[in-house]
């Protein structure tokens, strides 16, 4: 099966007053309407792990997630749409939800494992699948060089200039990638990440998968608490951004991200004129389990 989805994501304006009053001109890169499930970064995060895994042979592949991981359900249903068995290694005690229904339905076996053994991940995948000639390793979040590559092509897919790309980072390789893409494609456009885990790890992270050594931002004070936390301001700006907008966004990833933004915005960050590209990484099931937070 050859392993290609239609990825050329669309780009959209969004407005708002507080953006006329700054003048400047923001944007949406829509990745999350590549694929439902195989949503966002992650199908660009698995393309060339999973055509490297079929170069190898490889028939099933083995992941790590929380029981809310995107990537997890990424996978499954990414494996299912490309002739792939897939196992998902699940961090912590059994439990349901929507995004483990949605893995299920695809076909992935899940394993609970306790969080002291999730930590080493190529110790569970050796202890497992050592025997398995058909197993081949995704990391969690499908963190890894090839992730990166896939993630770059994205810079290559647009056809206006801005001054300012944005994303969200959880392990730092889509942002490693856009940077990546930046560089290649030679352009001026500034890169700035917002992590949404609490801690300084974030440029260390980057900078083991990036290969272009260009300068780029990290806006370190929108993680809300860290990985998952949220405030009642953070909720009710993605009601307000969901329903002025359109655009679906969720607390863990894109609501952060927009936050950032607008809050950079209010505080006179960006030149008048500037165009600044939001990359939206889908992932939005995961607002499912967090309905009574809002
Ligand atoms: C996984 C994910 C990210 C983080 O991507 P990294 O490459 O791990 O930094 C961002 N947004 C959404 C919606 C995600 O699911």
Redesign the pocket.
């Known amino acids: 099966m050859k392993i290609d989805l239609q990825i050329q994501s669309p780009v959209q304006q969004i407005h708002s007053p507080l953006f006329d009053e700054h003048r400047v001109h923001v944007f949406v890169k829509c990745d999350d309407l590549i694929h439902p499930f195989i949503?966002?970064?992650?199908w660009r995060?698995l393309k060339y792990p999973l055509l490297k895994a079929q170069a190898e042979n490889k028939t099933h592949l083995v992941t790590f997630g929380g029981a809310y991981s995107?990537?997890l359900l990424a996978t499954a249903a990414a494996a299912a749409k490309f002739g792939f068995q897939a196992t998902g290694i699940v961090r912590g005690e059994e439990v349901d939800n929507d995004t483990l229904f949605l893995c299920r339905m695809h076909g992935m076996k899940l394993m609970f494992t306790d969080r002291e053994s999730y930590r080493d991940k190529p110790a569970l995948f050796t202890k497992y699948f050592g025997d398995d000639e058909s197993a081949f390793f995704i990391d969690e979040?499908g963190?890894s060089p090839e992730a990166a590559k896939g993630?770059a092509e994205l810079v290559a897919e647009l056809d206006e200039p801005f001054n300012h790309i944005f994303?969200?980072?959880?392990?730092?390789?889509?942002?490693a990638g856009i940077i990546d893409g930046i560089s290649e494609n030679n352009l001026r456009t500034e890169f700035h990440g917002v992590p949404v885990l609490k801690g300084d790890f974030m440029k260390a992270e980057i900078d083991r998968y990036a290969t272009a050594l260009i300068p780029y931002h990290l806006h370190n004070n929108y993680h809300f608490g860290g990985y998952a936390k949220t405030t009642p301001e953070l909720i009710s700006f993605v009601k307000d951004f969901t329903a002025a907008t359109g655009i679906l966004i969720e607390p863990?990833?894109?609501g952060k991200l927009f936050y950032a933004i607008f809050d950079l915005i209010k505080s006179g960050h960006f030149e008048s004129g500037s165009r600044i590209l939001a990359i939206h990484?889908?992932?939005l099931l995961s607002i499912l389990g967090m309905k009574e937070r809002f």
């Open positions: 949503s966002g970064n992650k995060k995107n990537h979040g963190a993630c994303c969200a980072c959880g392990t730092g390789t889509t942002a863990i990833y894109t990484t889908g992932g």
